[in-house]
């Protein structure tokens, strides 16, 4: 086992982690198994060659079916077995339809990325990945994670940290999702809590991680790291294989959406995708507190998560915002946040009334 952060040790036992998250320390703990593992027991009838809408409609009615398998061996806690033909096998059939008309995120693009046609994301039809490593920097349940981040993302925020990787969708290595699955394997046998998708985005490679996972065995919870703006059938084709999803909840309005990540309509994917996760999965929410923007952001986001998803949910409310990439083409984002704003966003959250926040 890796060292691991001091207060990374003893948290599976912290109430608001096990409130937030009580399945995922199952999971870690080996006292329950891994979704991918489960939605492989459950059988799915369909044929390759059925129509999408068709296909849609069995993937969606096997959702309840699932609940209660997952629930038969969270009891039983015997390990799950395989099945011919299962409904994870229909997600990884209906990614790759995703693929030939692009519509993993909000921007719906339409291109065929199998014909190597590329998007908004630029991201093309393997995997671009840039590192892949046990990360000491998560949030202390999570840690240590295995990481992998990978080229390419659906928004393009001006103040990026990560721009290198984000903006640059092809400019990793190319690596087929059997490859992935070897970096899986080798990141669980490393001792890591979960296998933690990001980049960029994980979302223009969401088949290609549904693919990965079909070569994977391993028992490993795993996490979807994004920025909230992938499109309602990514979130059916999560529901069910994402253990946890650490969502990022980045503003309060469209405008301030379009005008600093040119993400139109990012209000309503990311609050519906956020209720998705809460339904099917278990959810870490990261509020970036950004300079000039607690009445406008800080605020409604805070507000929206206390009132729709409760007030035990788990916020990481972060201060470590720093001007990068193009941040400077806007005035208010050209420095660092004062003592007074952290305060400020400390005080909203405690007067909406969160009371699960990451200690930081
Ligand atoms: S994932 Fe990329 S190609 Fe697909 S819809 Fe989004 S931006 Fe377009």
């Excluded at 908004?120 to 393997?126: A, I, K, S």
């Excluded at 240590?144 to 981040?149: A, K, L």
């Excluded at 209000?267 to 995708?273: L, S, Y």
Aim: hydrophobic fraction near 35%; aromatic fraction near 8%; proline fraction near 5%.
């Amino acid at each position: 086992m890796w060292l691991t952060r001091p207060d990374a040790r003893g948290i599976l036992g912290d109430p608001g982690v096990v409130r937030a998250l009580p399945r995922y320390v199952d999971v870690v703990r080996k006292k329950k198994h891994a979704k991918h593992l489960i939605d492989k027991a459950v059988e799915a009838e369909f044929g390759r060659r059925d129509p999408v809408e068709t296909l849609w409609e069995t993937h969606d009615s096997l959702l309840t079916e699932y609940k209660d398998v997952q629930d038969s061996y969270d009891t039983s806690g015997k390990k799950p077995k395989k099945v011919k033909t299962s409904w994870y096998d229909l997600k990884v059939l209906l990614g790759h339809h995703l693929m030939k008309e692009c519509r993993f995120c909000e921007h719906g693009c339409g291109v065929n990325r199998l014909r190597g046609e590329k998007g908004y994301c630029r991201t093309g039809r393997n995997f671009s990945l840039h590192s892949a490593f046990p990360h000491m920097g998560e949030e202390p349940e999570l840690v240590p994670s295995g990481t992998v981040f990978t080229g390419g993302c659906s928004i393009r925020c001006i103040h990026c940290q990560n721009w290198d990787i984000s903006q640059w969708g092809s400019s990793g290595a190319s690596v087929t999702p059997e490859l992935m699955a070897v970096q899986v394997k080798d990141l669980a046998d490393k001792g890591c809590r979960n296998l933690n998708m990001v980049g960029g985005d994980p979302t223009p490679v969401t088949w290609q991680w549904l693919e990965t996972f079909r070569h994977v065995d391993t028992d490993i919870a795993t996490v979807w790291n994004s920025n909230s703006y992938y499109s309602m059938e990514v979130s059916r084709l999560l529901a069910g294989f994402i253990d946890v999803y650490l969502l990022d909840f980045k503003y309060g309005n469209d405008e301030c959406a379009e005008g600093i990540s040119d993400a139109p309509g990012y209000w309503e994917a990311c609050t519906r995708n956020h209720l998705m996760a809460h339904e099917h999965g278990e959810l870490i929410i990261r509020v970036l507190v950004l300079p000039g923007h607690n009445e406008c952001c800080t605020q409604p986001i805070l507000q929206w998560i206390h009132d729709n998803l409760g007030p035990c949910t788990r916020v990481n409310l972060m201060f470590q915002y720093r001007p990068e990439w193009r941040a400077r083409e806007r005035p208010e984002l050209s420095r660092r946040l004062t003592s007074e704003e952290i305060e400020e966003a400390r005080k909203i959250a405690a007067d909406v009334g969160l009371k699960n926040l990451v200690r930081g």
